[in-house]
């Protein structure tokens, strides 16, 4: 160990480990073609995000991301991000560290298995850990973005495939009358939902869905989110939130909602520590 892995490093241990935990659970619990997903979402979005990145900045060398993927297989889990750190340490910046190295890692490791140098499980765990070393970094992503002076801005969507829309839309209309500007996102799929939503990279982002069957469909989409938006706070309401008292650790949700006025001083919360984060940077 490094000693890298600590709260002084600006690395958000909690947050890096609940995402750890959401691939082990998917491994231990879903079938092998939902962590097969998972696993392709974190490649296929961190993918995209590279493309735009070369054109700036160009590749990472070779050589940095072979080492990099071989950590991210290794034994012990923290190597991969102590490595991730000491790069941000000698003056990487957050964004080529998740655009440049961790996309590449990714890209290689979705090549290796395809070439049958790996197998799916070693791929689940290589991209489980890119997932979780980018939650990590969110801290400092936030640290390095700006605030836009509309922060008052969430959007609201029904997860895909949800048909019960009608309390996000009531949501979304008692938050605007309260002063928050909201956008509302309903009957879309999961492609145009992490498309629309990326697109505006929103500070907030409320998630609804009325039953356990859609937890799969709400980590997908959460995965991908995180991926296009890692500054974004994620909140989860709806039916599924009295449902399911474990929705957090299985979707890797900020938080778990139940009635509005909570939602409404979660929301309040998260923008006053990203303003005050945003004061003392």
Same mark, same amino acid.
């Given at each position: ?17 609940? !995402? ?65 750190? #000491?790069?941000? %340490? ?7 560290? /998740?655009?440049? /190295?961790?996309?590449?890692? !990714? ?7 395809? %070439? ?5 499980? *070693? ?7 890119? /997932? ?5 970094? #969110?801290? =400092?992503?936030? +640290? ?29 209309? $008692? ?7 909201? %956008? =509302? ?5 999961? *492609? ?9 990279? /929103? ?5 609804? +869905? ?6 799969? !469909?709400?980590? #997908? ?6 991926? #296009? ?11 599924? +939130?009295?449902? *399911? ?9 900020? !938080? ?19 303003? $005050? ?5």
């Amino acid at each position: 160990m490094t000693g890298n892995l600590n709260e002084s490093s600006g690395l958000d241990r909690t947050a890096l480990d609940r !995402a750890n935990d959401l691939f082990r659970s998917g491994r231990a619990t879903l079938p092998q073609e939902a962590v097969h997903a998972l696993a392709q979402e974190v490649i296929a979005r961190l993918d995209q995000r590279n493309k735009e990145t070369l054109r700036v900045e160009g590749p990472v060398p070779q050589a940095e991301i072979d080492a990099l993927c071989v950590d991210l297989l290794a034994a012990d889990e923290n190597v991969a991000t102590d490595r991730i750190m #000491r790069a941000h %340490d000698s003056g990487v910046s957050i964004e080529r560290l /998740y655009f440049g /190295y961790l996309a590449q890692a !990714a890209r290689q490791l979705g090549e290796m298995w395809e %070439d049958d140098e790996a197998s799916l499980l *070693e791929v689940a765990i290589g991209t489980g850990r890119i /997932y979780a070393i980018m939650r990590g970094l #969110r801290r =400092l992503f936030c +640290a390095e973005s700006v605030v836009l002076p509309d922060e008052f801005r969430a959007v609201f969507a029904a997860s895909p495939g949800e048909t019960h829309t009608l309390g996000v839309t009531m949501a979304a209309d $008692q938050m605007r009358r309260r002063g928050w500007q909201i %956008d =509302l996102k309903v009957g879309m799929s999961h *492609e145009e939902l992490v498309d629309s939503i990326s697109h505006r990279q /929103y500070p907030i982002i409320g998630l609804s +869905a009325s039953c356990t069957s859609m937890i799969f !469909a709400l980590s #997908r989409l959460i995965v991908a989110l995180r991926i #296009r938006n890692p500054g974004a706070w994620i909140m989860i309401s709806g039916k599924i +939130a009295d449902l *399911e008292p474990d929705l957090m650790t299985l979707t890797d949700a900020d !938080a778990v909602v139940k009635d509005l006025p909570e939602a409404e001083v979660q929301m309040q919360n998260r923008l006053q520590a990203r303003l $005050q984060a945003q004061r003392r940077g």
